[in-house]
């Protein structure tokens, strides 16, 4: 039975205040997750707004002058650009052939000896060639319909955009997500015209870029497997938890709208100041590790692709330490919308994760903003005094004897204007003019953008030719670019062991558990292709 208990939140101080939740096992979870976001907060949430601030471009007011007296707001975009040739450098990396993962070599030969096994191996040469074509064929065809999948339903897309956040955030996640989606099917009659529609339920495997700003982990964590848990927190419009209700695919009880105070809500955008007119509802999505007891006294709906999962896989859960792998959904961090066990067969979590940088024993890595970020902002400095000195020396300026001007006037410089003084012009007014911006600031700017360049290993913020001389010779830059490629082969390690290649495995895993028809249960190994050579060339 539900018993009401009133948790003390521990968040950020802007949300200070003390949430009532519903459930037990609520409770356990939002005071873990509360703990863990409070962390992060206290130690990457200032750098990251400014990091997305300078990567947009917008000034926010005192908390980004550089001076207290200055009056310039630009920012230059060396570090934009440094962001955008990386990520999409990885990009070309990756996705330079349509065919940009495939099969070990390995698997195929076990999968062809399997088959050999099956048909006596007393065969013919003429036929063991023609079934090592079958072998290869339809392993072909397995891998294409694995790419079609992740070109249909968008996993090509949310990796570009995972690669984003981790060239500016320094990590990049994902979530993979498992639904049973309805497809409507029209049904031919005579003459070849449509008379009614069917219904098909399609298994949709999905990739949901995460930002790190939704994202919490256990702070002794270095890695999501090791974690006793970790949580998306999220925003949904509240129509849709009311259809999901209605569907039986959440608990129905009532669910009020998110915190309508506006210092409650995350807020990396300048421009964003809306949140109270939108009928929002957060979702703490919390996969990891559950007290069992708690998780048996809760009353929850049951999950379709968990009982099918039961059904037909042979899942054998770990519950050392009286503790139960779980996924739960909680409504505004006090009502529980629904509580499962992991129904994936490798009782593997539907998070994946890199570092751009790898910061050893750190779970959050360090991202291209980072690097970049002193030199930024020695940029801007440099670009905003000589705006604010160019200012200064463009505008006239008149000194004004007080003792012959009139009293309480207007002396603002203008075309046409004609000021009244009693006495001598000359002694009643006299222009000044102040000395223009250094000469050697244009050159520092310069210089500080390569700074940008050293520091990100970009090649698109590369300084001008006459800063220095070897950037004029082949040689040179032939130098420069081997550096930058050893530089951008780390990143493209960590993207392929600890991403591309989780994530392919998990998807096919999970096609191969609830859509055995198109994905036939075998030991698939896939890699990744990579492709610096051909950016090398």
């Not at 955008?84 to 940009?100: L, N, P, Q, Y």
């Not at 339920?201 to 700003?213: C, W």
């Not at 970790?230 to 709208?257: D, F, M, S």
């Not at 940088?357 to 360090?366: A, C, I, L, M, Q």
């Amino acid at each position: 039975m539900a018993v009401a208990q009133l948790v003390e939140s521990r968040e950020s101080p802007s949300r200070q205040h003390e949430t009532i939740v519903d459930d037990e096992l609520t409770g356990w979870i939002v005071y873990k997750v509360n703990n863990w976001e409070d962390a992060r907060n206290t130690q990457h949430q200032t750098r990251w707004k400014e990091y997305y601030r300078l990567w947009r471009g917008q000034h926010s007011g005192p908390e980004d002058k550089i001076r207290k007296h200055e009056r310039s707001k630009i920012i230059a975009p060396a570090l934009q650009q440094a962001i955008e040739a990386g990520v999409s450098e990885m990009e070309e990396t990756i996705f330079h052939r349509r065919r940009w993962f495939d099969l070990q070599d390995d698997v195929r030969e076990r999968i062809f000896e399997m088959e050999l096994r099956r048909q006596t191996q007393q065969l013919p040469p003429q036929e063991i060639q023609a079934l090592a074509r079958t072998v290869d064929t339809r392993l072909d065809a397995l891998t294409e319909q694995l790419l079609e999948d992740f070109e249909t339903k968008n996993i090509n897309k949310a990796i570009s955009e995972i690669l984003l956040n981790a060239g500016l955030y320094g990590t990049g996640i994902g979530k993979i997500t498992v639904e049973q989606v309805p497809r409507r099917v029209p049904i031919t009659g005579s003459f070849g015209m449509t008379s009614d529609i069917a219904i098909a339920e399609d298994i949709e495997v999905s990739l949901v870029a995460v930002d790190p700003n939704e994202f919490v982990i256990d702070t002794a964590a270095r890695e999501i497997k090791d974690a006793e848990g970790c949580a998306h927190i999220y925003t949904v419009p509240r129509h849709e938890i009311v259809q999901k209700q209605e569907r039986g695919i959440w608990n129905k009880v009532p669910v009020g709208l998110y915190d309508t105070d506006e210092d409650a809500h995350p807020k990396l955008d300048i421009h964003e100041s809306d949140f109270y007119e939108t009928e929002h509802v957060e979702i703490l999505e919390y996969h990891g590790l559950v007290p069992k007891d708690l998780f048996e006294n809760t009353n929850t709906v049951t999950d379709p692709l968990a009982e099918f999962a039961e059904e037909n896989s042979n899942i054998e859960y770990d519950e050392a330490g009286d503790m139960v792998e779980a996924i739960v959904w909680i409504a505004n961090r006090s009502t529980l919308l629904k509580a499962v066990k992991n129904p994936f067969m490798q009782q593997d979590r539907s998070f994946v994760s890199f570092q751009w940088d790898t910061v050893p024993n750190r779970f959050w890595g360090r991202g291209i903003a980072e690097k970049g970020y002193n030199p930024q902002k020695a940029l801007d400095a440099e670009l905003r005094a000589r705006i604010d000195a160019l200012a200064l020396a463009t505008y006239p300026v008149a000194l004004v004897n007080g003792m012959m001007a009139p009293r309480n006037g207007d002396f603002n410089i203008r075309p046409g204007r004609n000021i009244v003084v009693s006495g001598p012009v000359n002694e009643a007014m006299a222009p000044f003019k102040f000395p223009g911006p250094d000469a050697q600031s244009y050159r520092q700017a310069a210089e500080f953008e390569r700074m940008v360049t050293v520091a990100t290993g970009s090649m698109d913020t590369a300084a001008p030719l006459g800063v220095n001389p070897r950037n004029e010779t082949a040689g040179g830059m032939s130098m420069m670019m081997g550096a930058l490629l050893k530089r951008a082969k780390r990143t493209l390690r960590n993207i392929e062991y600890e991403f591309l290649s989780p994530l392919i495995h998990k998807v096919a895993w999970r096609y191969m558990q609830f859509d055995t028809e198109r994905y036939p249960v075998e030991d698939y190994k896939f890699r990744v292709h990579g492709a610096l050579g051909a950016q090398a060339r």
